[in-house]
């Protein structure tokens, strides 16, 4: 027969052996499990870093398992920042200096590209269209999202060809969501051109 | 990639209107960098490396591009990509800023060099550009 002084040492050893398990297991997980950050991504091809931290693995090596999520329009993507929804978000430089001008405490802390000598993002024109050089623009049919990015890019583009915005037809919102609506509507005709 | 199936021709490129034209950056609220300084650093440690794998190995990042963007493969392959810089020259940013001043699109007095932060970067790069790190202090 165990003593009274044997038993309450076996009692606890048994306690002390059902609590501390689990609690070793979570230690150890807790130790393998990285802290999750997630970052809006708008399925263009310009978010490629983020891909490819994904896929090789940077962003765990560098201890931290980023998660991407989709989400459309930049003032949706940073009401879910500022609500803490999502950790992280693009944006662009129009937009950021819109939001110094509100003071809204948000940082940018890496850009995320810009334009170089291959570039091919800018105005495009209809294949068939008449237009050859930015001198030659007078009446084009313009569709372009309206962004203060667009409209810097567009008016800048036009006083190089010695336009300025009232000598064209600019479209305000024509900003199709994949190629092929662009495609289409060039074939058409309604448009001559889009800043894609 | 309009280009590739013949609908357009570019008339004009961003680099050929403003040269070096800035897309975008990543951006944090201000309260999520004060309260998670080293996963912000984490991010971007990974995101340097990404840079640095695009610029060396870009075939191959490039194959990643189909499964996030539903674009077919072979426009993936020879889409034109960004030229990816962690830290933009300031002048260039305060240049296009003043584009858009002088264009009336935005006022003059945003503070801009108050939106970017550099400090959660790799430490040597700090050094490049003009660092509004510098700027602040």
Known sequence: ?196 | MLESHGASRILASFHDIVPNWIFAGLYFSDDYLKENPELTQKVLNGMVKSFEFIRTNEEEARKFLPKYTKVEEDLCMIAALREYSPIEPMDHILTQKQLMVDYGFIKNEAPIEKMIDYSFLPQELKTLGHSSVEDKQ
């Open chain 1, 1 to 196: 027969m165990f003593c009274r002084k044997t038993r309450k040492v076996i009692a606890l050893l048994v306690a002390t052996l059902f609590i501390s398990v689990p609690t070793v297991v979570l230690a150890t997980e807790s130790s393998t499990e990285l802290p999750t950050v997630k970052i809006v991504y708008w399925r263009s091809i310009d978010d490629l870093p983020l891909y490819v931290g994904v896929e090789k693995g940077y962003f765990k090596e560098a201890g931290v398992n980023v998660e991407l999520e989709y989400i459309k329009g930049e003032p949706n993507v940073l009401a879910a920042v500022l609500r803490g929804d999502v950790s992280a978000g693009v944006i662009s430089l129009a937009s950021l200096i819109k939001l110094a001008e509100k003071k809204v405490p948000v940082k940018v802390v890496i850009w995320m590209g810009h334009a170089h000598e291959k570039t091919k993002c800018g105005i495009h024109v209809g294949g068939q269209t008449k237009y050859k050089t930015l001198q030659d623009v007078k009446g084009m049919r313009l569709a372009t999202s309206g962004s203060i990015n667009s409209k810097t890019m567009l008016t800048h583009a036009l006083a190089k060809g010695g336009y300025t915005i009232k000598d064209i037809h600019p479209l305000w919102g024509g900003d199709p969501d994949n190629p092929m609506q662009y495609e289409a509507a060039l074939r058409s005709g309604g448009v001559d051109a889009f800043i894609v």
